[in-house]
């Protein structure tokens, strides 16, 4: 489809939608918000000379999609509309200008292509597509609306109704940090112009009985302040699930049913549905196209046709400018900014005669036309502020809207620095400045607004320590924080290293020649080869913090130019004389591990012997984590699950030597933040203790805690102990 032939389509399909058009540079961004399992995400398949790729439709079809290239060949990034994809467990964010990178990974593009190219064609202000979109959901299961579910809020992936809430979550993360993820947003307000659903596969068998029911309560629920994105009548676009072949599926006849004025009469003119089963519009968009005009055979993804996920998109657009714009008034947020706090709200088609804001019961002397739509409160005092705003409207009753914006610092961090303890924070809004106590007393009374960290070169020299930051103006909730300096209480532990080393912000300290762990004599040394030795491990500021567990000190980290080194420490002998490398004896091992989003890596916590020829410990890497056992100097590795990255991990391993010659076993585990102790024999959970891997290893042999890292990997808070809860309950006093 040319980009002159969509023009002329929209048209005639946003005839209504333009009409309530404002005609000024300050229009709201309009946002759209996409939803739904891995055909939503998008398996389109961008290059390569396969049958209907994206590159193969431009090589092709050169007049039609030229637009879409540069004149080198790469792909045009739109500047007017804006993505962002999150929320994916163990993925970074995804946000820039509206490429073809928005599919399941790098390479793949979604229905948001076709979507927003139509989108940003036809209006004068920015378009943002948020994409909320999750591989393998169901709707009668994890997009479980809430008033049908009647369930209690999920708190994990698996819970019913988890990606539900994940939806508005985003929606709401999005839209309050918009500045963060687009930087070209100036304050104009927002929009929430409509929603896309696609979405059925994962619904196939029993859930599909239920599909029609769940689906109308989806579109009330998500419409609705109480469940969902506060905007009554959001317009609705639904592409059925056309790659189920059967044409008279119950889950396609229930996505169709939504456009049934007879049965959904509330429906009728804000919900409209893309029948894939057919062709679409003058155009005749032809959406299922058979291996042999795909890049691949793979059905249930739409053969990773890039046409299809194209054609998806802009029939869907066209749908979603047919439809009406909600009459009234609606969704009124309030957020922090540098500025102070930035009040949102949006209009119908049903213009207000007058508009008054309320901050705390009493009116802001301001005067806000009647098509405004977003407001920077200057003079809100730091804390919590109420706003309403009231819209006197010219045939409806009066409109009042309400939320609530509190802005105080919702997090004091610390850190051991290299002359005291520094604290950080990171607060949204405008003040004037900021006191900082110390157990009580006032160690810094008046810092600048600007401030974000500040460093106690007095803190005491031991004992737990208590930290308050509050703004010198409003009525904020003090943000609090306690540091223990000392001395270290292992909690049970024989073998405890937290990493509790001095290090500063700009200039990482060393952790070779640092010394002190329980459990360990001796310094940190280099396990590579001469001519090596640049290489140097970082004690990196801030501990990683798992649940409840305690944590204290700063954490080891490598740098981005380092691959697989390993450092040492030496063990002091505790654990032999604890009985706990003896034959038949029951060890425990743990530690926290973190890989950020944005890059890759591994990191490897290992009790080893001198001559590196038996050893035990855990290995996080990219993909997965695993168990490590080194016998004979042979390394052996098991898959305990998955690794997400962008996501601090705890990992518990149980150690039984065997004795009369009976093998070792070591039963790795993946405790949940509450912290309690896995049930034994418990498989398919999402955190679960695996089944033991047997082998035999001389456990008297191990001398010494090894550190293996590569990329940015971080490592904290390892424990060796007699029982579970020595090495999940230690930390500090």
């Given at each position: 489809m040319t980009r002159l032939t969509i023009s002329a389509m929209i048209a005639i399909a946003a005839m209504t939608s333009l009409a309530h058009a404002q005609e000024r540079e300050e229009l709201p961004v309009k946002v759209y918000v996409l939803v739904g399992q891995s055909n939503m995400l998008g398996y389109g398949t961008v290059e390569g000379d396969k049958p209907n790729t994206l590159r193969d439709i431009v090589k092709k079809e050169p007049k039609k999609y030229q637009f879409l290239i540069n004149a080198d060949g790469t792909w045009k990034e739109r500047s007017d509309v804006w993505v962002h994809l999150g929320g994916s467990p163990g993925k970074p964010d995804r946000y820039s200008g509206l490429t073809p990178n928005y599919g399941g990974y790098s390479g793949l593009i979604g229905p948001e292509f076709g979507f927003g190219h139509m989108m940003g064609d036809v209006y004068k202000q920015p378009v943002l597509l948020i994409k909320a979109t999750w591989g393998g959901k169901s709707l009668g299961n994890d997009f479980l609306p809430p008033s049908i579910g009647k369930y209690p809020k999920p708190t994990k992936p698996g819970h019913p109704g988890f990606y539900y809430y994940e939806v508005v979550r985003l929606v709401k993360e999005v839209t309050e940090n918009i500045n963060?993820?687009?930087?070209?947003?100036?304050?104009?307000?927002?929009?929430?112009?409509?929603?896309?659903?696609?979405?059925?596969?994962?619904?196939?068998?029993?859930?599909?009985?239920?599909?029609?029911?769940?689906?109308?309560?989806?579109?009330?629920?998500?419409?609705?302040?109480?469940?969902?994105?506060?905007?009554?009548?959001?317009?609705?676009?639904?592409?059925?699930?056309?790659?189920?072949?059967?044409?008279?599926?119950?889950?396609?006849?229930?996505?169709?049913?939504?456009?049934?004025?007879?049965?959904?009469?509330?429906?009728?003119?804000?919900?409209?549905?893309?029948?894939?089963?057919?062709?679409?519009?003058?155009?005749?968009?032809?959406?299922?196209?058979?291996?042999?005009?795909?890049?691949?055979?793979?059905?249930?993804?739409?053969?990773?046709?890039?046409?299809?996920?194209?054609?998806?998109?802009?029939?869907?657009?066209?749908?979603?400018?047919?439809?009406?714009?909600?009459?009234?008034?609606?969704?009124?947020?309030?957020?922090?900014?540098?500025?102070?706090?930035?009040?949102?709200?949006?209009?119908?088609?049903?213009?207000?005669?007058?508009?008054?804001?309320?901050?705390?019961?009493?009116?802001?002397?301001?005067?806000?036309?009647?098509?405004?739509?977003?407001?920077?409160?200057?003079?809100?005092?730091?804390?919590?502020?109420?706003?309403?705003?009231?819209?006197?409207?010219?045939?409806?009753?009066?409109?009042?809207?309400?939320?609530?914006?509190?802005?105080?610092?919702?997090?004091?961090?610390?850190?051991?620095?290299?002359?005291?303890?520094?604290?950080?924070?990171?607060?949204?809004?405008?003040?004037?400045?900021?006191?900082?106590?110390?157990?009580?007393?006032e160690i810094a009374a008046n810092l600048s607004g600007e401030a974000r960290s500040y460093e106690d070169k007095q803190a005491p020299e031991k004992g737990l320590v208590k930290y308050s930051i509050l703004p010198t103006t409003g009525n904020a909730t003090p943000a609090t924080t306690v540091v223990n300096r000392g001395p270290l209480d292992p909690g049970g532990a024989l073998l405890y290293e937290p990493f509790d080393y001095p290090s500063d912000l700009e200039r990482p300290a060393t952790l070779f020649g640092k010394k002190g762990a329980v459990g360990t004599k001796g310094p940190y040394y280099t396990l590579q080869d001469k001519g090596d030795d640049k290489w140097k491990p970082m004690v990196t500021p801030g501990s990683l913090r798992y649940g409840n567990l305690s944590v204290t000190g700063n954490r080891a980290r490598t740098s981005t130019r380092s691959s697989d080194k390993r450092c040492a420490i030496e063990l002091d002998g505790s654990l032999a004389k604890a009985g706990l490398l003896k034959d038949g004896a029951t060890m425990w091992i743990s530690y926290v591990s973190f890989m950020p989003a944005s890059s890759g890596g591994q990191n490897t916590v290992t009790l080893e012997s001198d001559d590196r020829k038996d050893g035990i410990g855990f290995l996080h890497k990219e993909s997965q984590l695993e168990t490590i056992v080194v016998s004979d100097g042979k390394v052996a590795r098991r898959r305990i699950g998955p690794a997400w990255k962008g996501r601090i991990v705890l990992m518990v391993g149980k150690i039984v030597w065997g004795k009369d010659g009976e093998n070792d076993n070591f039963y790795p585990m993946w405790p949940e933040q509450n912290l309690k102790q896995p049930k034994e024999n418990t498989k398919g959970k999402y955190r679960f203790l695996r089944e033991p891997g047997a082998f035999n290893i001389n456990q008297t042999r191990l001398t010494r805690l090894v550190l293996q890292q590569g990329g940015e990997n971080s490592c904290d808070e390892i424990r060796v102990g007699p029982t579970y809860e020595s090495v999940v309950g230690g930390g500090t006093k």
């Amino acid at each position: 489809m040319t980009r002159l032939t969509i023009s002329a389509m929209i048209a005639i399909a946003a005839m209504t939608s333009l009409a309530h058009a404002q005609e000024r540079e300050e229009l709201p961004v309009k946002v759209y918000v996409l939803v739904g399992q891995s055909n939503m995400l998008g398996y389109g398949t961008v290059e390569g000379d396969k049958p209907n790729t994206l590159r193969d439709i431009v090589k092709k079809e050169p007049k039609k999609y030229q637009f879409l290239i540069n004149a080198d060949g790469t792909w045009k990034e739109r500047s007017d509309v804006w993505v962002h994809l999150g929320g994916s467990p163990g993925k970074p964010d995804r946000y820039s200008g509206l490429t073809p990178n928005y599919g399941g990974y790098s390479g793949l593009i979604g229905p948001e292509f076709g979507f927003g190219h139509m989108m940003g064609d036809v209006y004068k202000q920015p378009v943002l597509l948020i994409k909320a979109t999750w591989g393998g959901k169901s709707l009668g299961n994890d997009f479980l609306p809430p008033s049908i579910g009647k369930y209690p809020k999920p708190t994990k992936p698996g819970h019913p109704g988890f990606y539900y809430y994940e939806v508005v979550r985003l929606v709401k993360e999005v839209t309050e940090n918009i500045n963060t993820f687009f930087p070209k947003y100036q304050g104009q307000g927002m929009e929430i112009a409509g929603l896309c659903y696609h979405q059925g596969w994962n619904d196939l068998g029993d859930l599909s009985l239920k599909y029609e029911k769940n689906l109308a309560a989806f579109i009330d629920d998500i419409r609705s302040a109480k469940y969902g994105l506060g905007v009554p009548d959001l317009p609705v676009v639904i592409a059925t699930s056309g790659m189920i072949r059967d044409p008279e599926h119950k889950i396609k006849q229930s996505q169709l049913a939504m456009g049934d004025k007879t049965k959904y009469p509330r429906f009728v003119g804000n919900v409209a549905v893309v029948n894939t089963n057919k062709p679409y519009g003058p155009e005749k968009l032809q959406f299922w196209f058979e291996p042999k005009d795909s890049p691949s055979a793979q059905g249930f993804h739409w053969n990773r046709n890039a046409r299809t996920h194209l054609n998806i998109g802009t029939a869907m657009a066209t749908e979603m400018l047919k439809l009406k714009k909600p009459a009234l008034p609606a969704r009124l947020v309030s957020f922090g900014v540098d500025q102070g706090v930035q009040v949102n709200w949006q209009l119908g088609s049903e213009v207000p005669k007058s508009v008054k804001l309320l901050r705390n019961g009493k009116p802001l002397k301001v005067n806000l036309p009647a098509s405004q739509t977003a407001f920077t409160d200057t003079t809100a005092l730091p804390g919590k502020n109420s706003y309403e705003l009231v819209l006197e409207m010219p045939t409806s009753p009066t409109r009042k809207l309400t939320a609530v914006c509190d802005t105080s610092i919702p997090c004091l961090r610390s850190f051991r620095s290299m002359e005291g303890v520094t604290l950080q924070w990171a607060p949204r809004g405008k003040f004037d400045g900021f006191k900082i106590t110390r157990d009580g007393k006032e160690i810094a009374a008046n810092l600048s607004g600007e401030a974000r960290s500040y460093e106690d070169k007095q803190a005491p020299e031991k004992g737990l320590v208590k930290y308050s930051i509050l703004p010198t103006t409003g009525n904020a909730t003090p943000a609090t924080t306690v540091v223990n300096r000392g001395p270290l209480d292992p909690g049970g532990a024989l073998l405890y290293e937290p990493f509790d080393y001095p290090s500063d912000l700009e200039r990482p300290a060393t952790l070779f020649g640092k010394k002190g762990a329980v459990g360990t004599k001796g310094p940190y040394y280099t396990l590579q080869d001469k001519g090596d030795d640049k290489w140097k491990p970082m004690v990196t500021p801030g501990s990683l913090r798992y649940g409840n567990l305690s944590v204290t000190g700063n954490r080891a980290r490598t740098s981005t130019r380092s691959s697989d080194k390993r450092c040492a420490i030496e063990l002091d002998g505790s654990l032999a004389k604890a009985g706990l490398l003896k034959d038949g004896a029951t060890m425990w091992i743990s530690y926290v591990s973190f890989m950020p989003a944005s890059s890759g890596g591994q990191n490897t916590v290992t009790l080893e012997s001198d001559d590196r020829k038996d050893g035990i410990g855990f290995l996080h890497k990219e993909s997965q984590l695993e168990t490590i056992v080194v016998s004979d100097g042979k390394v052996a590795r098991r898959r305990i699950g998955p690794a997400w990255k962008g996501r601090i991990v705890l990992m518990v391993g149980k150690i039984v030597w065997g004795k009369d010659g009976e093998n070792d076993n070591f039963y790795p585990m993946w405790p949940e933040q509450n912290l309690k102790q896995p049930k034994e024999n418990t498989k398919g959970k999402y955190r679960f203790l695996r089944e033991p891997g047997a082998f035999n290893i001389n456990q008297t042999r191990l001398t010494r805690l090894v550190l293996q890292q590569g990329g940015e990997n971080s490592c904290d808070e390892i424990r060796v102990g007699p029982t579970y809860e020595s090495v999940v309950g230690g930390g500090t006093k």
